[in-house]
């Protein structure tokens, strides 16, 4: 035993104690000054209406950077001309959103008056379609490996999450450079002997990398939510089916996946809703082309009410609103599925 | 709490000794923006003559916003509409900004000069129906044209089409040229309307029909449009400009050209500085006259625009800078470093040394010189046209769907008609 006193002793803490009480010395400050104005506030309005004070910030900026947008964008549907301003420009009433749903038939988009919206709504659907369930089968087969006791495995989480930082702008430059004529796709195709493929020329290739940039960007993601409901599944419950010499296929269909479901939901809503929004990635990396093959909606909007000459503002708030009430109803889903889970 | 006293006191004392001594010289100098754009040096050069304005003018500053082509075109009119704009921008879509232009005749010092100077080209910045302003001035006038890749034409053996040569002349012998040196690019021709109608207008477009609003697909444009239809099905052109992307984006196949990857590029007079600057001695280039069809050999006008606009607090300020800029000296060293032909009446007349010009460019500089002399009257007038960018993006979007395959030509010419209307109604809508 020493016979220093242990008071005497250099602390390692004391340091690090001294400089959190420095930092936190501009909180402690304002909260001193907000003080006497809260407790007066208490008295007048009373305790049980405190709460909806302290709310009350969230909802001015929600109110301001949200619905107030809404509004606005809803107020440039019903109007027309080229104007700026919502004060200057006609009101048109529903021709906006008539002018839109013009169509032949639904099924064909060139039948319709306003033929790229509806091009864009179908390219759309049939990414969402296969982006999600690509994104499901992916993200599910990482976890299901991650959730294993496999050397490296840290490594390998974070490699599978480091896309999801990426910048989509950043993705779809690094993809671009890839897969272009003389990309690195290509110079590989040629060294083994191979023709160079035209991938953003054929639309089906476009719509297959469209669709592939999307998963390997957005899948760490949702590889990390499976893996979080992967491991909060009991593991009494696989050592029991072990006892039992229960086969590792019925353990994934008898266990995993039924346990795993309220996760699932919420990955498919998430990627639904993500997938109906896509258009940074996807326009980058092909231009919406060849011809319209992978115009998305929101490429449309932002075409329409942007990169025209006459900025159609109301046609393309007008598409905003429909595109938000799909994306609605796909939030409605989320909501009830998170529900489900916590039930 | 203590500690923090001085520290405020210091910042008060600080502040207040700026605004008493800094304040009034300050209020003296007067910022302008200008939102710029560049296709090759020349805004190195703007920057350096606004610098060299500033030591003649020092109550004035001037902030250079470089910003890229899309956004000259695309953020640039809702900044306008706004009232958020830069005091001057170079622009190119000259009719479509024309009702946010500012007349600057009474700020001026001589607006005869300006009238003069620049008389012909103040009707593609003037508002509809106006015939007086004095909105801006040309940095530089374009004309469309080919550019073509001489050595890859001697590797080939194959002789080049004279001066009056066809499109379909051209479009055979860079064919024949391309297959023989496994060229991926016969033919190249940006994605652009405007560029579209170099072709058209040499197939006999009229563009306008009798009442002088648009009659866009006759029977030139159609024999325009099956030419670049044709051209696509064929292999001289590469789907990989028209078809690759969607509606509007332009595509311009300057990289392509740059790494002998085309025989035969149709871009314009402003790619010079920078294919001089980089091919350098890499491969023999060319500009040639605009090819010739049963509409004649014109070739496409335009040009960027030095624009005010009169959402500016300094219309005085504004205007002496434009003085400046747009003085004969100024402007012939502008056009003589960044290899430009000048929209100035009196330049032109006069002529405009080059002496950074490679032989290249210099001879390019030549050619196009000579095509803007020949340049119709019907193409002035669709460039100088209001609604000009309504047409060239119909065509562009709409050929490019006929191009990869999804849309027959007949139902994208029914469709750019379409188009056409549709957006004039809706800019006319009040």
Known sequence: ?343 | MRAVTPVITSLALSLLSATVFGGPAAAETTTLRMAWYSDGNEGEVMADLLKRFHEQNKDIDVVLDQVPYKAVNENLPVQLASGQGPDIARVVDMGGLSRFALDMRPFLKDPGYWESNFGPFLEWMRPAGDTQAIPGFMTQLTVTGPFVNKTLFEQAGVAMPGEKATWEDWAKAVKEVADKVQAPFPLAVDRSGHRFYALAVSQGTKIFGANGEPDVVDEGFKRAAQLVYDWHKSGVMSKELWGSVSGTAYRGANDEFKNAQVVMYLSGSWQIAQFAKTIDNAFDWVAVPNPCGPGGCSSMPGGGALMAFKTTQHPKEVARLMDYLASEPVLAEFCARSLFVPGHLGLAKKGIDYPTASPDAAAALKVFTASAAQVSPLAYRAQGYINSRIIFNAVISRLGQAVSGETTLDDAEKRITADVAQQIAERNKK
């Not at chain 1, 999801?164 to 060294?191: E, F, Y």
């Not at chain 1, 109906?276 to 932002?302: K, R, S």
């Open chain 1, 1 to 343: 035993m020493s016979d220093t006193p242990s008071a005497a002793r250099p602390q390692p803490g004391m340091a690090a104690g001294a400089l959190a009480r420095v930092a936190v010395l501009p909180v402690d400050l304002a909260l001193r000054l907000l003080d006497p104005p809260m407790r007066w506030l208490q008295r007048v309005i009373g305790v049980r209406r405190m709460p909806y004070v302290f709310l009350l910030p969230n909802f001015a900026f929600f109110g301001l950077f949200v619905f107030l947008p809404i509004g606005i964008n809803i107020v440039f549907s019903v109007t027309g001309g080229s104007a700026l301003f919502p004060s200057e420009r006609p009101y048109v009433g529903a021709n906006q959103f008539a002018y839109l749903f013009d169509c032949g038939s639904f099924l064909d988009p060139a039948s319709c008056r306003e033929d790229h919206f509806w091009r864009g709504v179908a390219n759309t659907a049939k990414f969402v379609v296969f982006q999600v369930t690509a994104m499901v089968l992916f993200s599910l087969i990482t976890a299901l490996v991650l959730n294993m006791k496999i050397r490296g495995r840290g490594f390998f989480r974070a490699v599978y999450f480091f896309p999801v930082l990426l910048s989509p702008v950043v993705v779809a430059l690094i993809w671009k450079w890839i897969l272009q004529r003389d990309g690195l796709l290509n110079a590989a195709i040629t060294t083994l002997g191979g023709q160079k493929i035209l991938f953003f020329v054929d639309p089906s290739w476009a719509m297959f990398w469209a669709v592939f940039v999307s998963v390997w960007a957005h899948m760490g993601f949702y590889t990390l939510i499976l893996l979080a409901g992967l491991q909060a599944i009991p593991a009494d419950l696989y050592e029991a089916a072990e006892m039992d010499a229960t086969p590792r296929w019925r353990v994934l269909t008898r266990i995993t996946l039924p346990l795993l479901w309220p996760n699932m939901i919420v990955v498919i809503v998430l990627a639904l809703i993500k997938g109906a929004q896509t258009f940074d990635e996807v326009f980058v990396l092909t231009g919406g082309g060849p011809g319209t093959a992978t115009l998305m909606v929101v490429q449309y909007i932002y075409e329409t009410g942007f990169a025209s000459q006459v900025q159609n503002f109301g046609l393309a708030a007008a598409a905003s609103v429909v595109l938000g009430l799909v994306l609605f109803v796909l939030t409605l889903l989320q909501f009830a599925a998170a529900r489900r889970k916590e039930i």
